[in-house]
Nanobody, 118 residues
Framework: QVQLVESGGGLVQPGGSLRLSCAAS????????MEWYRQAPGKERELVAD???????GYADSVKGRFTISRDNAKRTVYLQMNSLKPEDTAVYYC????????????WGQGTQVTVSS
């Protein structure tokens, strides 16, 4: 069983920044794919960003140029740096772990609330 623990959410004004962290309990962290999703009230969960074991990244069009995903394999942690935040970024953010890039999510974190409001 793998546990994913997110942190770093909170309330921020439009244009501000936040950095989310997700720490994984598994010792087999290097080969896995890590992803960040978000779910706003009344909307479906959507993929925000992902990062492979080799460090290749992908982003949703809505966050390109504003969000950056990164990972520290030694710390078994993935990060999501969010800049130029907008009210429409308000959502619960979840990290996810996949053992295979082409497979489904194997484990989810509990989620952390991000609210962008003045």
């Amino acid at each position: 069983q793998v546990q994913l623990v997110e942190s770093g959410g909170g309330l921020v004004q439009p244009g501000g920044s936040l950095r989310l962290s997700c720490a994984a309990s598994t010792s087999i962290f290097g080969p896995v794919v890590m992803e960040w999703y978000r779910q706003a009230p009344g909307k479906e969960r959507e993929l925000v960003a992902d990062i492979t074991s080799g460090g290749s990244t992908g982003y949703a069009d809505s966050v390109k140029g504003r969000f950056t995903i990164s990972r520290d394999n030694a710390k078994r942690t993935v990060y999501l740096q969010m800049n130029s935040l907008k009210p429409e970024d308000t959502a619960v953010y979840y990290c996810a772990l996949k053992f295979r890039a082409t497979g489904g999510v194997n484990y989810w974190g509990q989620g952390t609330q991000v609210t962008v409001s003045s």
